[in-house]
C-alpha cells in the first residue's frame, strides 16, 4: 500500500523543465486573485498594524513573515520568465543578484550610494549588515520596470538607447512610490532625514547608479525577443507590479504620502493601457488575461 502511494506520488513528479515550467503557470493563474490581490492587502494591514503597535512582537515586523510574502507576490514574475530564461539570462540575474549585495554592504556601511542609513525593522537573516533576502525585493523592482516598458514602447524598444532610458527612469520612478512608504514604516531610517517624506535626494542618485547597472546586466542577459513573446503569451507576467501597486499605494496613502500615491496611481494607468491591471473578482479570469494563453 505504502509502496502503491510512493509510486502514485511520483508519477505526479513533473521530470523535466518544461513541466515544471507549466505547474508553475498553472499554480499561479490558478491563484491570482489570491497573489496579486490580497497578498497586498494583507501586507498592508500587517504592516499599518506593527507600525502602529497593534501586533504583539513575535508577529510585528516578523522578518520571515515579510520575506514569505513577498516571495508569493513575486512568484507571477517568476513563473512567468522561466520559459524566457537561459543560461545567459540565468547569468545576467546571477550577476545583478551580487551587485545588489555589494552595493547593499556599501550603501550599510559607508553611506554610499544612496545616503546614510539603517535598516529599522528585521528584514530577514543577515550576512555583514546586509539581509540575504535582499535579491528578492530589489531584482524584480528592475525587472517589472523592463517589461513595463517593453509593453508600453512597443516597437520603439527596439531601439537600445531609447530602452534603457525608459527603463532607468521608470525604475528610479518605482523607488519614488517604494521609498517613502519604507520609511514610514520604518523598514529603513535616513538619520538626516531628507527633503521627500524623510527620503534625501542621495538616494535617488544612488538609484540612479544602480538602475543603470541593473538594466545593463538585464538586457546583456535576456533576449528581446523572446521577452516579448513571454508578454504576449503570458496573462499574468505583470502582476507583480500590480502587486507592487496596491501595497505601497496604500500604505503611502495611509501615512499621507500624497505624491507617492500620485506616482503609483500613474503605473496603475500604465498597466490599464497595456490591459494588465484589472479588478478581479473571486473565481473569475482577469480581463487582461481572457484572450492570452491559458
Excluded at 556601511?109 to 539581509?131: A, I, K, M, S
Aim: glycine share 10%; charged share 15%.
Amino acid at each position: 500500500m505504502r509502496e502503491t502511494g510512493v509510486a502514485a506520488l511520483a508519477d505526479r513528479v513533473p521530470e523535466s523543465r518544461a513541466e515544471w515550467e507549466a505547474r508553475l503557470e498553472r499554480l499561479v493563474r490558478e491563484n491570482r486573485f489570491t497573489i496579486s490581490v490580497f497578498f497586498p492587502l494583507n501586507g498592508i494591514v500587517l504592516l499599518l498594524a506593527s507600525a502602529e503597535g497593534l501586533l504583539p512582537p513575535p508577529l510585528a515586523f516578523n522578518g520571515l513573515l515579510i520575506l514569505l510574502g513577498t516571495a508569493v507576490m513575486r512568484s507571477p514574475l517568476v513563473a512567468g520568465l522561466l520559459r524566457a530564461t537561459d543560461r545567459r539570462a540565468a547569468a545576467g540575474v546571477g550577476l545583478l543578484i551580487l551587485y545588489s549585495y555589494a552595493v547593499e554592504y556599501a550603501g550599510v556601511h559607508t553611506g554610499v550610494p544612496y545616503g546614510e542609513f539603517f535598516y529599522g525593522v528585521d528584514l530577514g537573516p543577515t550576512v555583514l549588515g546586509v539581509p540575504l533576502g535582499l535579491p528578492i525585493f530589489f531584482v524584480p523592482i528592475v525587472m517589472n520596470a523592463y517589461l513595463l516598458c517593453l509593453l508600453l514602447l512597443g516597437d520603439r524598444a527596439r531601439v537600445a538607447a531609447v530602452r534603457l532610458l525608459a527603463v532607468i527612469a521608470t525604475v528610479v520612478t518605482m523607488d519614488v512610490v517604494l521609498d517613502p512608504g519604507a520609511v514610514a514604516l520604518g523598514f529603513w531610517v535616513y538619520p538626516n532625514g531628507g527633503v521627500f517624506y524623510g527620503v534625501p535626494l542621495s538616494n535617488y542618485a544612488g538609484w540612479i547608479l544602480s538602475a543603470t547597472v541593473a538594466v545593463l546586466a538585464l538586457d546583456w542577459g535576456y533576449d528581446h525577443d523572446a521577452l516579448v513573446d513571454r508578454l504576449d503569451a503570458c496573462e499574468f507576467l505583470l502582476d507583480d507590479l500590480v502587486s507592487f501597486v496596491i501595497l505601497w499605494g496604500g500604505i503611502n496613502a495611509w501615512f499621507g504620502n500624497w505624491i507617492a500615491v500620485a506616482v503609483a496611481g500613474l503605473f496603475a494607468a500604465g498597466l490599464i493601457k497595456a490591459d494588465r491591471f484589472d479588478a478581479p473578482t473571486r473565481g473569475a479570469p482577469w480581463r487582461g488575461g481572457s484572450d492570452r494563453q491559458r
